[in-house]
């Protein structure tokens, strides 16, 4: 069984300034895909970003960009110039590669990220 | 294009009841996966269905069962409602069931009382 943890329940930064979530996970799978989700008030859930383990590159998507530690199981997300509009709940979620997507996401506890003006 | 649906919104149920939950995935979409999120938590896998069948079902008690109609929406059950069944339920859909397109619904919001 994969367990992912996120470590900090809260954060708060002032708008324009960067970010980083935390996240670390653990599970004994060589081949998987972590993905960072955000979850506004709205209640979607939002891709944010994905990260494929064999990848030794770092994903990045405009403003988010990730720090990938297949070694030490980390997988934090930077958000640099912070947009109020970045407020949210971010989940931090594994998908094992084995099993075609059967065995669903399992997700972090989540990380309240307040932007401040 | 309208992404995936759920319905109701909300809804209110006593302890006992039994209750269904709708999701109508993106047009295209072949598979629809079911979450549970519970108050100040990440949500939790249920069930996955694939092609009207079954792929995958997180732990779960038998008091929850899904399935998938030939149009690929799909209904979550759940019987015998607990107090501890309150929570959002949410719905993803994919093309093939494969993790890298998913898209989530906004959730129907059940609380049992």
């Known amino acids: 069984a994969q367990t992912v943890t996120q470590s900090q329940p809260e954060m708060s930064v002032q708008e324009a300034e960067t970010v980083t979530l935390s996240c670390t996970y653990d599970?004994?799978?060589?081949?998987?895909?972590l993905f960072w989700y955000k979850q506004p008030p709205s209640r979607q859930m939002i891709l944010v970003i994905r990260q494929e383990a064999y990848k030794q590159q770092n994903a990045t998507e405009n403003r988010f960009s990730v720090n990938f530690q297949k070694a030490a199981k980390s997988f934090s997300l930077k958000i640099s110039d912070s947009q109020l509009g970045d407020t949210a709940m971010y989940f931090c979620a594994f998908m094992p590669y084995s099993g075609g997507g059967a065995d669903g996401l399992t997700f972090g506890k989540g990380t309240h990220l307040i932007i401040q003006p | 294009d309208a992404g995936v649906t759920q319905s109701p919104t909300h809804l209110i149920k006593t302890r006992g009841q039994h209750v269904t939950l709708r999701c109508s995935p993106i047009?295209?979409?072949?598979?629809v996966s079911w979450y549970q999120q519970v108050l100040g938590q990440g949500p939790q896998f249920i069930f996955q269905y694939y092609e009207k069948e079954e792929r995958g079902r997180g732990n779960f008690p038998d008091r929850f069962s899904a399935r998938q109609f030939p149009n690929y929406s799909s209904e979550l059950n759940v019987n015998a409602l607990l107090l501890g069944d309150s929570a959002l339920y949410l719905c993803?859909?994919?093309?093939?069931?494969?993790?890298?397109?998913?898209?989530f619904g906004s959730g129907t919001r059940l609380t049992v009382v």
């Open positions: 047009s295209g979409h072949k598979s």
């Open positions: 993803a859909s994919s093309p093939t069931g494969g993790v890298r397109s998913y898209t």
């Open positions: 599970t004994s799978e060589n081949n998987y895909y």
